[in-house]
């Protein structure tokens, strides 16, 4: 049986199951990448709610294992070697899940840089700036009477969402050849543009009818079976 007492956050967050990959996560757009990847994958994992609502990622436990305090993350007790890995940040585990079982992200070289290409526009650009929408839109910021930081947001994610409009043409998924291949590019992006739509209510701010790729794409994602039971894990009590 696998030991991963070593790893403080087992003691708050109780691995039932050692011998699986151990999700820290909560179904936000970006823990639902990993939780979407586990289950296109078919690894064998068992789901943590950490709800940041009450802190619990920044409490000595959860700091541990990602000391910026964010969900997602995961322990992997069969990491390489055979020894196990900790990982945080979704790009960083959406690249080492789909290395570690040969999906969703191509070993034809170009291909999969532009692959890691996309998922870092993901990481670096639509997370970043539709979460800050969502913050001036949605959350708190609609309360600050100046409105600039707002529309300097809400230009990004249109822009942003405007060259994923692009990169659609003629394909059904971001990345490939032809009409491109599902990857973790797409895994990573489907659950803020969704969220962008829907949680953050910012789909007529942006303009999002403007965007009839993204849309068909958006529902392309979210048809696939594991996407579905992906965005409710780990379940909210
Ligand atoms: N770059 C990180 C971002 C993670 C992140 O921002 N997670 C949010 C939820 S979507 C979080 O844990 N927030 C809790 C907090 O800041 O207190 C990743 O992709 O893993």
Do not use: C
């Amino acid at each position: 049986m696998t030991d991963l007492s070593a790893f403080p956050v087992t003691r708050r967050w109780p691995a039932r199951h050692p011998d699986r990959i151990q999700l820290y996560s909560l179904p936000t757009p970006n823990g639902v990448k990993v939780s979407i990847m586990l289950e296109e994958v078919g690894l064998a994992y068992e789901p943590h709610l950490i709800d940041i609502m009450a802190n619990e990622t920044w409490g000595a436990e959860f700091l541990s294992l990602n000391p910026n305090g964010k969900i997602p993350a995961i322990i992997d007790p069969d990491g390489p070697g055979g020894q196990p890995l900790a990982l945080f940040e979704s790009g960083a585990i959406l690249i080492y899940l789909a290395e570690k079982t040969g999906q969703l992200l191509s070993t034809e070289p170009a291909t999969r840089y532009q692959t890691i290409q996309w998922l870092m526009f993901q990481m670096g650009a639509i997370g970043p700036m539709f979460g800050q929408l969502g913050f001036f839109h949605r959350f708190a910021g609609r309360e600050y009477e100046d409105k600039r930081p707002r529309d300097r947001y809400v230009a990004e994610s249109r822009r942003l969402l405007g060259v994923l409009e692009a990169q659609l043409e003629g394909r059904d998924w971001i990345v490939g050849k032809d009409r491109g291949d599902y990857s973790i590019a797409d895994v990573a992006t489907l659950g803020w543009v969704r969220n962008l739509i829907g949680f953050y209510e910012a789909g007529e701010i942006v303009g999002f009818k403007d965007f009839p790729r993204v849309a068909a794409w958006l529902e392309r994602g979210l048809a696939r079976p594991a996407v579905q039971r992906g965005l409710e894990i780990p379940a909210r009590h």
